[in-house]
T-cell receptor, first 112, second 118 residues
Framework: DAKTTQPNSMESNEEEPVHLPCNHS???????IHWYRQLPSQGPEYVIH???SNVNNRMASLAIAEDRKSSTLILHRATLRDAAVYYC?????????????FGSGTRLQVQP | GAVVSQHPSRVICKSGTSVKIECRSL??????MFWYRQFPKQSLMLMAT?????????EQGVEKDKFLINHASLTLSTLTVTSAHPEDSSFYIC??????????????FGPGTRLTVL
């Protein structure tokens, strides 16, 4: 899987938007961009994924750069419960049966 | 959404004993389950891939005789840490894959099992 680069940590205030960046300059044309997050002492959970177009769901929005070399996960109103490690992962459409490969992710702290 | 459970959630054992961790997909059938290990302040590291009815595939550096994996059914996989030592203390996480084709290849993760070996 192609490599992604994320900041080690970010801070946010409660009820403010959060933009979590991810660089993936070596992304291939068939790589999907997936985001997972891991709350403290829990297993990871799926957040969102996309290919080229921006995506929205009840948890977050995913903004994908036109050249696809970077993306941003957007939490519209951060809550204390959103404090977690966020992982940006590239997945080729043909590797669906293989395990996810986790990088170091971004540790998000949310201040009340 | 799909739910994956793990049991136990926490276990403390003495050095030299064996510990079994169960991973179940509660509301779906998973042909493939994965086992990860996570040390404090580190990311998840894949240990092995488990396919129902066949032998598990272990990642490089993971001892298959020490970490026994059994995938007896489409909803259950077990990881047994044999002759556990303090360095095996870690957070063990399983996941189950639902292969839907295309981009929808989600993995659903269990809540994890924290193993402490004294």
């Amino acid at each position: 899987d192609a490599k992604t680069t994320q900041p080690n940590s970010m801070e946010s205030n409660e009820e403010e938007p959060v933009h979590l960046p991810c660089n993936h300059s070596t992304i291939s044309g068939t790589d999907y961009i997936h985001w997972y997050r891991q709350l403290p002492s829990q297993g990871p959970e799926y957040v969102i994924h996309g290919l080229t177009s921006n995506v929205n769901n009840r948890m977050a929005s995913l903004a994908i750069a036109e050249d696809r070399k970077s993306s941003t996960l957007i939490l519209h109103r951060a809550t204390l419960r959103d404090a977690a490690v966020y992982y940006c992962i590239l997945r080729d459409v043909d590797t669906g049966r293989r395990a996810l490969t986790f990088g170091s992710g971004t540790r998000l702290q949310v201040q009340p | 959404g799909a739910v994956v459970s793990q049991h136990p959630s926490r276990v403390i054992c003495k050095s030299g004993t064996s510990v079994k961790i169960e991973c179940r997909s509660l509301d779906f059938q998973a042909t493939t389950m994965f086992w990860y290990r996570q040390f404090p302040k580190q990311s998840l590291m894949l240990m092995a891939t488990s396919n129902e009815g066949s032998k598990a595939t272990y990642e490089q550096g993971v001892e298959k005789d020490k970490f026994l994996i059994n995938h007896a059914s489409l909803t259950l996989s077990t990881l047994t840490v044999t002759s556990a030592h303090p360095e095996d203390s870690s957070f063990y996480i399983c996941s189950a894959s639902v292969y839907a084709g295309g981009a929808r290849n989600e993995q659903f993760f269990g809540p994890g099992t924290r193993l402490t070996v004294l």
